[in-house]
């Protein structure tokens, strides 16, 4: 098998992308691969509680969420030594845009959390089992416990 050469790490900023985030950069290193972040705005967001603001009440919803993301991705590109250029925050399905950037940017290895926001009661979470049935490069799914 060859190397890879550009991995994608989705992170949906709940508890555990931590986790997800160090196996991300740990693939690089080891396999001197680019490595480039994706944070998906759902178009259907529930609570903008992961983003940690405080929004009021007659807010544009939308606006802060997206700002709040920025920010959060920025801060997590500076720690991993990411690029902006390989930043990627988009609005909509997760699942859709995380396949949408990978394929168009050669991507050969997505990472993602065995769940998140939507999945914990799940084995694998909607986002995770999206991904893995429609990428076109390998999937790999981090085993993330609630324990
Ligand atoms: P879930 O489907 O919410 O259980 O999430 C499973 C995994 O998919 C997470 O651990 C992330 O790696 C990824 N993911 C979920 N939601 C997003 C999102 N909005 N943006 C980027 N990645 C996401």
Redo the contacts with the bound molecule.
Sequence with gaps: MENYKHILL???F?E??EA?ANRANDLAIKYQAKLSI?????SMPITDATYGADIPFNMDLTTELMAGAKTRLAKLAEKLYVPKDRLWLEMGS?KIE?IRVAKENKVDLIV????????LA?IL?????G?LHHANCDVLAVR?RDD
Excluded: E, K, M
Aim: hydrophobic share 40%; no cysteine; aromatic share 4%.
């Design positions: 989705a992170v949906d709940y555990h992308s997800v994706i944070h998906v705005v759902d997760p995380i993602v959390g065995s769940h998140g926001r939507h999945g799940l979470g909607s986002t995770a089992n991904v993330l």
